[in-house]
């Protein structure tokens, strides 16, 4: 099997153009790992793949066609449309030469070597659970290698991963709690945007200047902590002085339960 460096010639192939697979195709079209016309989107809606077509994308409505055109195939649907999936593309993957990347929460290694089987083979298989910033080349992705894999291959998806943002590689057990770390977490962080917003309405700003300062606030907040490797407790000190308002404000948050509503947030997620 051969292992593409950057500069190689790879094609990649996204079957499921909903929410993620959606996201999937965006960030791959702004990047520049992949040429766009070497990437093959396939929905059963054409409405779905349409827009890509403009941006150099192949589409197609056929699931099959897509598979047997991708370097790297991402399947890309909801946990339930899996197998069924598989089932109609596996005939049309070449497992000598192709890689199989599927994106579905809850969907066991177990399941999908049961699935895979043909001949006596296995397709090299990962799990993947990104976050829908990954059409903003901004992901947080979590990479399991499922079946027959080598470390090398790992490498490889890990690398095509890694050009739409980061990319963990962890173990199986671990995945459903990445889920709602970062992929649940997303729609976590939103919220705190949107609530955060609200009370600088309540404040006096206006409601789009509002959410335009929630936003830089916490961008900048990010970019001190990957800079400076400080823990967040150790930044929040240097803003907080003795009876200042950033300790009250803190103070009536946990008061509140900010923190373990967080945890448990996460917690539920995560069953």
Not at 208 to 230: C, D, N, P, S, Y
């Amino acid at each position: 099997m051969k292992f593409f460096k950057r500069k190689d010639k790879m094609k990649i192939s996204i079957i499921g153009a909903g929410a993620m697979g959606g996201a999937i195709v965006e960030g791959l079209l702004k990047g520049d790992y992949v040429k766009n016309e070497d990437i093959c989107v396939s929905d059963a809606s054409r409405r779905a793949v349409e827009r890509f077509a403009q941006s150099g994308a192949n589409i197609t409505t056929e699931n099959h066609v897509a598979a047997m055109g991708g370097d790297i195939v991402f399947v890309v649907v909801k946990p339930w449309l899996v197998e069924q999936v598989i089932h109609s593309i596996k005939d049309s993957l070449d497992y000598d030469k192709q890689l199989l990347v599927v994106v579905a929460a809850g969907i066991k290694s177990e399941q999908l070597e049961q699935w895979l089987q043909k001949d006596g083979k296995v397709l090299p298989t990962w799990l993947c659970i990104p976050n829908i910033a990954i059409a903003q080349l901004q992901s947080m992705s979590f990479l399991v290698p499922a079946i027959g894999v080598t470390s090398q291959q790992t490498e490889q998806v890990k690398a095509l991963l890694d050009s739409m943002g980061q990319t963990i590689i962890t173990e199986e057990r671990l995945l459903g709690a990445g889920t709602t770390l970062a992929s649940c977490g997303i729609a976590y962080a939103m919220r705190y945007v949107r609530a955060a917003s609200e009370g600088g309405v309540e404040l006096g700003f206006k409601a789009g200047e509002a959410q335009k300062i929630v936003m830089q606030t916490m961008r900048g907040a990010v970019e001190l902590l990957q800079a400076t490797g400080m823990h967040p407790e150790a930044a929040i000190d240097l803003v907080t002085t003795p009876g200042g308002v950033t300790i009250k404000g803190l103070n009536e948050m946990e008061h509140a339960g900010f923190t373990s509503s967080v945890i448990r947030g996460l917690k539920a997620g995560a069953k």
